[in-house]
C-alpha cells in the first residue's frame, strides 16, 4: 500500500521535503553539517523577537523576546494558557505569529520553514507514534517521511535504538510498552532524522513520578553526551528545576528569566506561609509590628524573611490567637512565580 494511503493527506503541509542527501544521517544519526548552513552556524540555537499573537479579543504572546544558546537545557514554564503551547506552535512551524519573529538555528520559522523543520525533533504532549506498530515500525515510517530507505534508514534506526536504550524491545509493539518507554519512541523519532534542537511539549506528562525522574534524567544524559540543544514546555517544578535557565510566561508576557538558582535568589530570604482565621488582619499586625509587607495567597499570607525560622517563632509569640499553622522553606519556583504575578502557578 502507497505510504500516502497510510498517511492523511493534511499531514503532508507539515512535513518537510525529502532531506538531502548530505543530510542524511550517517552513524549515529545525528546530520552532517551542510554548505548551505546559514551564517550563524555558531549563533543562537533559538532566537524570539516581540513575538505577538492572539486569538480574537485574547492575548496568547504579547511581545515576548528570548535568546537559547547552543547545548542549552531550557525551559518554558508557566500555567496553561500563559502562552507556552502558542509559543510551541510557532517555533514547530504550526501556527503563524501575528507579528514578530523567531528564528531556529539562523533560520527564519515563517520564511523558511522547511530548514526549520529539517532540523528540528519534535515531541508533542499527545503521543504520536502508532501504538498498533512496533518501535521499528514507527521509526521506519517515521524515516521514509524525511527521505530516508535502504541502508541509511536500517543504520539510522539501528544507531538510535541503541542510544536511547530501546535496542532489546525494538519489535515490541508500543502499546505493550511502559510510559516512559513510549516517550523515549517519540524521542527516538526525534533524533532519528537528524534533529539539532528538541522541542518538547509538556514530555513527562501522563509520567508516573518514578518514570518522570528517569525521562529527565535521560534527557539530561542526552544533552550531555552530544550537545544537543533542548527546549521543553511545563509546569512542573521539578522538570523546571533541572533546566540550565527558565522562561516564565504568564497570561502571553515572560515576566522572568534566567537559571532556576538565580530567579530563586531574587526571593530574598525564606518563605513563610501562615494560616489562620483572619489572614488579611493579620497582614496587617504583622507588617505594624515587624515591617514586613505579606502576601495573601490562597487565603495565606505568604511572608519573606533571612533566618525563617527565627520570624516563626516570633509570629507564634506575638498573635497566638491569629496563627494556626505556620511552615517556612528556601525559596521555589514557584515562590517566584508568586512574587512576580501576585498568584500561584496552578491557579493562573
Do not use: W
Not at 500555567?79 to 531556529?104: D, E, H, M, Q, Y
Not at 533541572?242 to 530574598?268: F, H, T, Y
Request: hydrophobic letters at 45%.
Amino acid at each position: 500500500m502507497a505510504l500516502g494511503a497510510l498517511v492523511p493527506r493534511a499531514f503532508f503541509r507539515y512535513a518537510p521535503g525529502p532531506v538531502a542527501r548530505d543530510e542524511l544521517p550517517r552513524g549515529d544519526g545525528r546530520a552532517t553539517a551542510r554548505a548551505g548552513a546559514p551564517a550563524a552556524l555558531n549563533g543562537p540555537a533559538l532566537e524570539v523577537e516581540e513575538l505577538r499573537h492572539r486569538y480574537g479579543e485574547r492575548i496568547a504572546l504579547d511581545g515576548v523576546s528570548l535568546r537559547v544558546e547552543r547545548g542549552e537545557l531550557f525551559g518554558l514554564l508557566g500555567p496553561n494558557g500563559g502562552g507556552k503551547s502558542t509559543l510551541f506552535r510557532i517555533l514547530s512551524t504550526l501556527l503563524a505569529a501575528g507579528g514578530g519573529a523567531a528564528r531556529v538555528l539562523g533560520y527564519d520559522v515563517a520564511r523558511e520553514p522547511d530548514r526549520v523543520r529539517r532540523r528540528l525533533g519534535v515531541v508533542f504532549q499527545h503521543a504520536s507514534v502508532d501504538r498498533t506498530l512496533t518501535v521499528q515500525e514507527n521509526l521506519v515510517h517515521h524515516g521514509h517521511l524525511y527521505g530516508l530507505s535502504g541502508a541509511s534508514l536500517r543504520a539510522a534506526v539501528e544507531a538510535v535504538t541503541e542510544r536511547l536504550g530501546l535496542a532489546e524491545r525494538r519489535r515490541e509493539r508500543v502499546g505493550t510498552l511502559s510510559g516512559g518507554l513510549q516517550r523515549r519512541t517519540e524521542l527516538a523519532k526525534a533524533l532519528l532524522v537528524g534533529a539539532e534542537l528538541l522541542l518538547l511539549d509538556e514530555p513527562t506528562s501522563g509520567l508516573d513520578p518514578a518514570a518522570r525522574r528517569e525521562f529527565l534524567g535521560f534527557l539530561a544524559e542526552l544533552r550531555a553526551a552530544d550537545g544537543i540543544t533542548i527546549v521543553l514546555t511545563t509546569h512542573d517544578m521539578e522538570e523546571a528545576e533541572r533546566c540550565d535557565r527558565v522562561a516564565i510566561l504568564d497570561r502571553g508576557r515572560l515576566v522572568a528569566l534566567g537559571a532556576p538558582e538565580a530567579l530563586k535568589a531574587q526571593v530574598g530570604g525564606d518563605v513563610l506561609v501562615v494560616a489562620g482565621p483572619d489572614p488579611a488582619r493579620l497582614a496587617e499586625r504583622v507588617r505594624a509590628r515587624f515591617g514586613l509587607a505579606g502576601r495573601l495567597v490562597d487565603g495565606t499570607l505568604r511572608l519573606e524573611r533571612e533566618r525563617g525560622h527565627e520570624l516563626v517563632r516570633d509570629l507564634i509569640e506575638a498573635f497566638p490567637e491569629e496563627v494556626r499553622t505556620v511552615s517556612y522553606g528556601k525559596p521555589t519556583l514557584d515562590d517566584v512565580f508568586i512574587r512576580l504575578t501576585g498568584h500561584r502557578l496552578a491557579e493562573a
